[in-house]
């Protein structure tokens, strides 16, 4: 290994200007502080783009294999020095890049302030081999990814099928009335499902928090999907000094502020906050058919929706609101359907946890040199 600046290394710099409103619809992605956030129909960086946070959002690194339009919001490499780019990509995460906030209130990253620092790297060789081995579990979180993606498709395909086409099993015998089939009834959501809402321990008391074992998942973690685990955790102490509850596995979780109508079932015991309202069935109804029909709809509960600053939507608002509902044997019958496309999600979720852990104690050790290649 060497000892080199980081200008030596990587050459950062400043994204460009390119406002929502001259943003055209086209294939190079627009690349944000911690993601793609459009496509244009112009780019300004060529492939390969490793971009990390510069205003707001630091620390977050991303690589990008196509070319692309970096924002003023992040730094790109604009010089790798001959270095490999993803070895680059792997090395600014070790370096936990937050650490250099030069921003009095907004966080900020200089790249001046890095491009003095003095680093240790591998030479060429070495690094490609690194990029290798990280990159074979990347790659392969990757495909689950895509998997997920198409099994939930296809789950999102049969729900349109079955209850937005109408074309569920005996629909060819099924009697309609006004359009709508026997047996099916319009109800509001509070007459066949319980809702309740979490609670946040207060964030000022430690002892809430440090070593907790109870997961507390927060809104931005519905992702209108399964929740396998929490970024948060909770203790004892923090459950019972708060109105946070603990939901059953199996629940429905409904975003009620800022990104209204974001979804998620829970597959462990958890916690959550008081901005999730949390459907529980009555009786041997569909928790599915509620995930799907809300998914759906999520433009009405936005509509529905208040507040000037951030769209919120009430607990109260959402249990009257009407929904039609088909009959016990029809809901009973797309369980059975969607429950092993589901289980098969959740097993490639497991399977990306399991791998993440992998190359993230991998990751560290190999750039420091401590492990061999």
Request: hydrophobic share 35%; with cysteine.
């Amino acid at each position: 290994m060497k000892k080199i600046r980081f200008d030596k290394f990587v050459s950062l710099n400043r994204g460009f200007d390119l406002p929502d409103d001259k943003i055209i619809e086209g294939k190079y992605p627009v690349i944000a502080s911690t993601s793609i956030k459009a496509y244009h129909n112009q780019f300004k960086v060529k492939a390969p783009i490793v971009v990390t946070g510069r205003s707001g959002s630091l620390g977050k690194v991303q690589y990008v294999d196509e070319d692309g339009w970096p924002l003023n919001t992040a730094l790109y490499a604009k010089d790798f020095h001959c270095n490999n780019p993803k070895y680059v990509y792997y090395f600014l995460q070790t370096m936990h890049l937050e650490q250099y906030n030069a921003g009095a209130g907004v966080p900020t990253l200089n790249q001046n302030h890095l491009h003095s620092l003095k680093i240790l790297i591998h030479e060429l060789p070495t690094q490609q081999k690194i990029a290798s081995i990280l990159s074979a579990y990347d790659n392969l979180i990757q495909n689950y990814k895509k998997q997920i993606e198409a099994l939930q498709t296809a789950a999102s395909e049969l729900y349109k099928e079955w209850f937005v086409r109408f074309r569920f099993p005996g629909y060819q015998t099924t009697k309609f009335e006004n359009g709508i089939p026997e047996g099916w009834n319009y109800k509001r959501i509070f007459e066949l499902y319980n809702t309740t809402s979490g609670g946040t321990p207060a964030r000022t008391n430690s002892s809430y928090y440090e070593n907790g074992t109870i997961p507390w998942v927060k809104t931005g973690e519905l992702l209108d999907t399964l929740i396998t685990d929490t970024e948060e955790y909770i203790t004892e102490e923090g459950l019972k000094n708060s109105s946070a509850k603990i939901i059953e596995p199996g629940s429905l979780l409904c975003s009620m502020y800022a990104s209204v109508g974001k979804l998620g079932i829970n597959v462990i015991p958890m916690t959550c906050s008081q901005a999730t309202c949390v459907f529980t069935p009555k009786s041997n109804i569909s928790i599915w058919y509620l995930f799907f029909w809300l998914m759906r709809n999520k433009e009405y509960l936005e509509s529905i929706s208040f507040g000037a600053a951030q769209q919120n939507i009430s607990q109260d608002i959402i249990k009257k609101i009407t929904v039609l509902f088909p009959s016990e044997s029809v809901t009973l019958s797309f369980d059975e359907k969607i429950k092993p496309i589901y289980k098969k999600i959740q097993n490639l979720m497991q399977q990306i946890s399991n791998l993440t852990q992998q190359r993230d104690l991998l990751l560290p050790r190999l750039m420091s040199g401590k492990l061999e290649v």
